[in-house]
């Protein structure tokens, strides 16, 4: 073989070697969401719904996102969520939190705060799917395809029933929300690392390494994904073409 013909075989590996070295390992799928009527309240921090007797706090952002709250008594009794009337819904499909072998109740002490784990719940597992959302988008081809309330592919939230003190009249709260923004990005775009460098003189290791969503907010969550699975399902179960 020339030569010529080594070089020129040895520079295409090199180069496609260079490109797959320097392809994101990652990709990240945002989704935005809004609250559905007038109960929900973002601050800076969280989603929140207020009424006399207590605050329910929402943080959607992790992977996957979540409902998990965060519920504040504001009363001088103790409320009890009733675990067995509460349920989280997807798209008007009702699913139960309480599994039989759980407990049925929840209680929040007087004038404190509780995080209600029994609705820690994933709101998306796969990727939504969508002929505008490139599967490894560079920069240069981020796309968002946005949504309305009337049309949007997911509606999701909490019905909580809760009791204060020994009252036997039930409170009922529907918290809702729906996707209105969904967008796909590259791990590059999406997360930037930096060293925490606050630790204690005496620690032996001084700087540890942490990642920043550039993203992050409280009515969001993200999905991170590997195109090789999604490439192995390519009609999924959201495929919009």
């Not at 395809?145 to 809760?162: A, C, K, M």
Request: charged share 25%; proline share 5%; glycine share 4%.
């Amino acid at each position: 073989m020339e030569l010529k013909n080594v070089v020129s075989k040895l520079s295409v590996v090199l180069c496609c070697l260079f490109m797959s070295s320097c392809a994101p390992t990652s990709y990240y799928q945002l989704v935005n969401t809004k609250p559905v009527g007038d109960g929900l309240k973002k601050t800076e921090k969280a989603v929140v719904y207020e009424d006399d007797n207590c605050t329910i706090s929402y943080n959607l952002w992790t992977n996957g996102g979540t409902t998990q709250i965060v519920f504040v008594n504001k009363t001088d009794e103790d409320i009890y969520i009733d675990l067995a009337s509460t349920a989280y819904f997807m798209n008007n499909q009702a699913f139960d939190l309480h599994k039989g072998q759980l407990k049925t109740k929840s209680v929040v002490p007087a004038r404190m705060l509780k995080v209600i784990e029994e609705t820690d719940i994933t709101i998306m597992s796969q990727i939504y799917r969508d002929c505008n959302l490139f599967l490894m988008p560079r920069k240069s081809t981020i796309n968002t395809t946005s949504f309305s309330q009337d049309n949007t592919p997911y509606s999701f939230g909490l019905r909580i029933v809760y009791y204060v003190g020994n009252n036997d009249t039930p409170h009922k709260v529907k918290n809702e929300f729906y996707v209105d923004r969904i967008c796909n990005y590259p791990g590059q775009s999406f997360v930037e690392y930096y060293s925490d460098d606050k630790a204690c003189p005496d620690e032996r290791i001084r700087a540890t390494r942490k990642a920043k969503y550039k993203f992050q907010d409280a009515d969001a969550f993200y999905i991170e994904y590997n195109p090789k699975a999604v490439w192995a399902n390519p009609e999924g179960p959201n495929v919009k073409h």
